[in-house]
């Protein structure tokens, strides 16, 4: 039996299980990858308060995990199958046992969408990816398209830039949504080309991506191509107990309540999220401390 299981160990959850066993709560927090969460994927961080160096995600999240050992968290790397509560106590299935706990913080966070090309499905792991750290090595002087008009976009085409040859960074629409400073970067990055109110329509190749077929039927040749459109929250664990909104993020209140008591989200998973590190480090401080006072008048 645990005090407070927390399910997912990017920023919101690990943020959680600091605060949740610092104020003395057995906690458990559980990842089926490692520890660190999405961000670990991104090629730099430079908008966080207070860390001035830009670094990648793996620095970023390096200390995390062992901050919250340091206060008596325990993290396992185990993926969890089912949630459900009993007898107002929460049953959290993995793939090898079954915990127990008086309260669960939900902070799966988001995965990368799917831009819905022809094509893209096939060739994932053979010209197209979702993240530019873990593949971009792999287009050394090559030529490479970006899909997406966002921060996230914009920073990994910029990533790309250093090593590939040539960048493609196609928007559909006819001006990026990603902040002022980033886009000045993309705009006097030589070897970043922009094709704007376009949309990938095929990618094509042999037995890895040879080129792209545009909305307008332009094909251009490309080495690979990097998909970047939004991210798709984690829900699968609570779609059918607690409310969601039409986005599938879950409904919370100001404390992160979910409709469902002793149940907590936190993160990219939550409402009106704003996807960014420091938000969810914020929301799972919220959580965990709230979490913290369910317990402790659970116990009462």
Excluded at 136 to 160: C, N, P, Q, S
Aim: hydrophobic content about 40%; some cysteine.
């Amino acid at each position: 039996m645990y005090d407070v299981i927390i399910i997912g160990a990017g920023p919101a959850g690990l943020s959680a299980g600091i605060y949740t066993s610092r104020l003395g709560m057995k906690t458990l927090i559980l990842e089926k990858l490692n520890p660190g969460g999405q961000i670990t994927l991104s090629s730099e961080i430079e908008n966080y308060p207070g860390v001035c160096e830009v670094k990648n995600g793996i620095e970023f999240m390096a200390c995390w995990p062992e901050q919250a050992k340091k206060f008596g968290a325990e993290i396992k790397s185990e993926e969890v199958k089912e949630l459900r509560i009993e007898n107002g106590e929460w049953r959290v299935k993995t793939s090898k046992t079954i915990y127990k706990a008086k309260a669960v913080i939900v902070a799966t966070g988001s995965t990368p969408k799917k831009a819905g090309f022809e094509g893209e499905i096939e060739y994932t792991g053979r010209g197209v990816s979702y993240c530019a750290v873990c593949d971009g090595f792999f287009y050394k002087d090559k030529v490479v398209a970006v899909i997406g008009g966002g921060d996230t976009a914009l920073e990994e085409a910029l990533y790309l830039s250093k090593i590939a040859k040539k960048v493609y960074l196609i928007h559909r629409r006819d001006k990026f949504r990603a902040a002022p400073s980033t886009q000045k970067k993309v705009f006097n990055t030589p070897n970043i080309e922009i094709i704007y109110n376009e949309t990938v329509k095929k990618v094509f190749g042999k037995e890895f991506v040879e080129g792209i077929i545009l909305s307008s039927n332009k094909e251009i040749k490309v080495d690979g191509v990097f998909v970047f459109v939004g991210m798709k929250v984690n829900n699968e664990l609570i779609k059918d107990l607690v409310e969601l909104n039409e986005w599938g993020e879950v409904k919370v209140n100001l404390n992160m309540e979910t409709s469902l008591k002793g149940l907590y989200a936190a993160g990219d998973i939550r409402q009106n999220s704003v996807k960014q590190v420091v938000a969810a480090a914020g929301d799972g401080a919220v959580a965990g401390i709230n979490t913290v006072k369910y317990v402790e008048h659970t116990k009462e």
